[in-house]
T-cell receptor, first 113, second 111 residues
Framework: AQSVTQLGSHVSVSEGALVLLRCNYS??????LFWYVQYPNQGLQLLLK??????LVKGINGFEAEFKKSETSFHLTKPSAHMSDAAEYFC???????????FGKGTKLSVIP | DAGITQSPRHKVTETGTPVTLRCHQT?????MYWYRQDPGHGLRLIHY???????DKGEVSDGYSVSRSKTEDFLLTLESATSSQTSVYFC??????????FGQGTRLTVV
């Protein structure tokens, strides 16, 4: 069975500071990994995804994530936080013949002016 | 944006009443899913479909049933709504392991 652990249910950063949201996964086979963002009262928007091509994946809004098989991690980063980045972020995994996504519990990002 | 429409977008219902949520897609994707989102739990899979009339249970299927009589429509039914089913429900579609597109969600309140 696949699982995802997001470390930290709430993360606060200052505007302009580095954003680092942590995600570790458990999967018996090479996974597909995703980061989604959810703004208040909205649906989920795909930020980026890893599908076994490049291990460093660039997404929208300046976010990127690095797949590290040895650490079973897929952490999300952004060099400089903007106020508009305040949202909830979800890491998810699929694969091993299972098309459904398994989600982490989410990390709410606050950006302090 | 992927063509996914959820209806209704908001609903308030009484305990014990049946409720049906609808997900309609225009992408002709084979796979459709229903998730519920609750604070501290992320999104959890309720049921999914891998084709017309082909459905299976997810992690939190108790109290829910689904039907898919056409490729484009996936219905989620709460036979007798309970307060624990107050949640935000999301429909998703996919055609492979490498993608999934989500609807805008339905906020259901059971009073």
């Amino acid at each position: 069975a696949q699982s995802v652990t997001q470390l930290g249910s709430h993360v606060s950063v200052s505007e302009g500071a580095l954003v680092l949201l942590r995600c570790n996964y458990s999967s018996s086979v090479p996974p597909y990994l995703f980061w989604y963002v959810q703004y208040p009262n909205q649906g989920l928007q795909l930020l980026l995804k890893y599908t076994s091509a490049a291990t460093l994946v660039k997404g929208i809004n300046g976010f990127e994530a690095e797949f590290k098989k040895s650490e079973t991690s897929f952490h999300l980063t952004k060099p400089s936080a903007h106020m508009s980045d305040a949202a909830e972020y979800f890491c998810a995994v699929s694969g091993a013949g299972s098309y459904q996504l398994t989600f982490g519990k989410g990390t709410k990002l606050s950006v302090i002016p | 944006d992927a063509g996914i429409t959820q209806s209704p977008r908001h609903k308030v219902t009484e305990t014990g009443t049946p409720v049906t949520l609808r997900c309609h897609q225009t992408e002709n994707h084979r796979y459709m899913y229903w998730y519920r989102q609750d604070p501290g739990h992320g999104l959890r899979l309720i049921h999914y479909s891998y084709g017309v009339k082909d459905t299976d249970k997810g992690e939190v299927s108790d109290g829910y049933s689904v039907s898919r009589s056409k490729t484009e429509d996936f219905l989620l039914t709460l036979e007798s709504a309970t307060s624990s089913q107050t949640s935000v429900y999301f429909c998703a579609i996919s055609e492979s392991e490498a993608e999934a597109f989500f609807g805008q969600g339905t906020r259901l309140t059971v009073v």
